[in-house]
């Protein structure tokens, strides 16, 4: 069974940031992209970042140039990060961490980890 377990969350001022991370556990093949997700009240769930097997990178519009998405793999941890820099008050969601396994065509996804951006 393959756990994701986030952390990372918690209360920032607009301007500030923080670093979110996504270890993830059990017994898994390989996950060909590992992403953040986030949503607020009354939103859908909508796609942050994105990294795929091959390292290359994927970011929404209202993030690209303060979100940095990034994972280490070494010594067999799976692990993924999302850096998130001049946050505003609208990045405030709560943030999933997602990874697919499309050999055992599989997704898993995290508890969640709240972030609230607020003066």
């Known amino acids: 069974q393959v756990q994701l377990v986030e952390s990372g969350g918690g209360l920032v001022q607009p301007g500030g940031s923080l670093r979110l991370s996504c270890q993830a556990s059990?017994?898994?093949?390989?996950?060909?992209?590992m992403d953040w997700y986030r949503q607020s009240p009354g939103r859908q769930r909508e796609l942050v970042a994105a990294?795929?097997?091959?390292?290359?990178?994927?970011?929404a519009d209202p993030v690209k140039g303060r979100f940095t998405i990034s994972r280490d793999n070494a010594n067999g941890k799976k692990t993924v990060y999302l850096q998130m820099n001049s946050l505003k008050p609208e990045d405030t969601a709560v943030y999933y961490c997602?990874?697919?396994?499309?050999?055992?065509?599989?997704?898993?996804w995290g508890q969640g980890t709240q972030v609230t951006v607020s003066a």
């Open positions: 997602h990874a697919r396994e499309s050999f055992f065509n599989r997704d898993y």
């Open positions: 059990g017994s898994f093949f390989s996950f060909d992209t």
């Open positions: 990294i795929f097997s091959s390292g290359s990178t994927n970011y």
